[in-house]
């Protein structure tokens, strides 16, 4: 049995998170952004200042950990929120993916390794290639170890290919393997213990490399993003760290505020 101490202190840490609870103004804060994809620390900052001109910085720090940890916010950035739980983007493992991912596993056991395939965009793109891409990112000094064992697996497959090598030797396969180097730092999850990109890697990758997502340019590009931020909670501060590693930080930052 616990000492009587012990009850009056869960009693009061309740009683006081109850107290705290009725001043978070749930219905009115939802209402209050529902029309903004995104919004700062400041912006909630002055929602609370409406109801109560003395609240104190720390208090609203809190809430807002609170409203974070319950869903209510979803936090997209360094001091940026959005209304609403995380909705996380998934790329597809086809049966493919998951065979060549445990043949490189088997041979190359301490491989860092992320694996995903192009037509996984087709979710987001008006136009629908028919050709795709799966990329394999490896270390870089395991590249052409893994280029070399996917050919002699007979397998379609190119390593860090030019727009004048698919010119010129592109296969009329549906689907080519791509070996390229993985960037370190990139941000990937982990699916069914098979490495995938983010989805903040993926945009940041279609931004940097036009010759690999040569169909997901200009006007589809513009609309995969738009797509992605509409159905999927995007990290802008992953995603500009990321745009950093790649030389890139600046050029995406001027891209991302067309969408603003």
């Known amino acids: 049995m616990l000492p009587i101490y012990s009850f009056l202190l869960l009693y009061l840490h309740f009683t006081f998170k109850a107290i705290a609870t009725d001043k978070l103004n749930i219905d009115q804060l939802k209402d209050y952004f529902k029309d903004k994809k995104s919004f700062e620390t400041s912006d909630i900052v002055e929602f609370y200042l409406q109801w109560e001109p003395d609240v104190k910085t720390t208090t609203i720090n809190w809430r807002v950990y609170n409203l974070v940890q319950s869903g209510v916010l979803n936090r997209i950035g360094r001091g940026k929120f959005a209304i609403g739980e995380n909705i996380i983007y998934k790329p597809e493992l086809t049966s493919k993916i998951k065979s060549i991912h445990n043949k490189l596993k088997k041979s190359f056991p301490y491989l860092r390794m992320c ?114 931020f509409k159905k999927y909670t995007v990290n802008e501060s992953r995603m500009m760290r990321y745009a950093d590693r790649r030389g890139k930080k600046e050029s995406f930052r001027e891209y991302l505020c067309t969408f603003r």
């Open 115 to 228: 694996i995903w395939n192009t037509s996984s965009l087709n979710e987001f793109m008006i136009h629908q290639p028919g050709r795709f891409y799966i990329l394999i990112e490896v270390d870089k000094e395991a590249a052409q170890s893994v280029f070399f064992y996917l050919k002699e697996h007979k397998l379609s497959v190119f390593i860090e290919p030019t727009m004048d090598l698919f010119e010129k030797y592109l296969p009329d396969e549906k689907e080519t393997l791509i070996v390229k180097p993985l960037v370190s730092e990139a941000p990937l999850q982990t699916i069914n213990r098979i490495n995938s990109p983010t989805i903040e890697k993926i945009l940041v990758d279609i931004f940097c490399d036009d010759i690999i997502f040569a169909a997901q340019q200009g006007s589809e590009m513009r609309t995969i993003f738009q797509e992605v």
